[in-house]
């Protein structure tokens, strides 16, 4: 079993930036992939940013590729999403997601869950 924890949320104004982590109560390395999802007032939640913990591979959404930045740290147990030239379309609450079977953007794939950290833009 492993506990994810997101902090790092907060407001900024449009243009700013903000870091979010996401630390788990023990290394991933069984695990394959973890990916931050968001959803946002009325809307179904969706993925943004991918890491997989070995490879190190990322991806991102569209609609945040060049303004976000997913990393992990040398312990496997930490990790960061940079968000940079934030707009209030990216006002939602971010989630961190774990998952041993490779890194989708299903919401099916993932066994564990963080509790969420509230991300507001305003404009």
């Known amino acids: 079993h492993v506990q994810l924890m997101e902090s790092g949320g907060g407001t900024v104004q449009a243009g700013g930036s903000l870091r979010l982590s996401c630390v788990a109560s023990r290394h991933t390395y069984d695990y394959a992939c973890i990916t931050w999802f968001r959803q946002a007032p009325g809307q179904e939640r969706e993925g943004v940013a991918q890491i997989g913990t070995s490879s190190g591979s990322t991806a991102y959404a569209d609609s945040v590729k060049g303004r976000f930045t997913i990393s992990q740290n040398d312990a496997k147990n930490t990790v960061y999403l940079q968000m940079d030239s934030l707009r209030p379309e990216d006002t939602a609450t971010y989630y961190c997601?774990?998952?041993?079977?490779?890194?989708?953007?299903?919401?099916?794939?993932?066994?564990?869950w963080g509790q969420g950290t509230q991300v507001t833009v305003s404009s």
């Open positions: 997601a774990l998952s041993k079977f490779g890194c989708s953007w299903s919401q099916r794939a993932y066994t564990y």
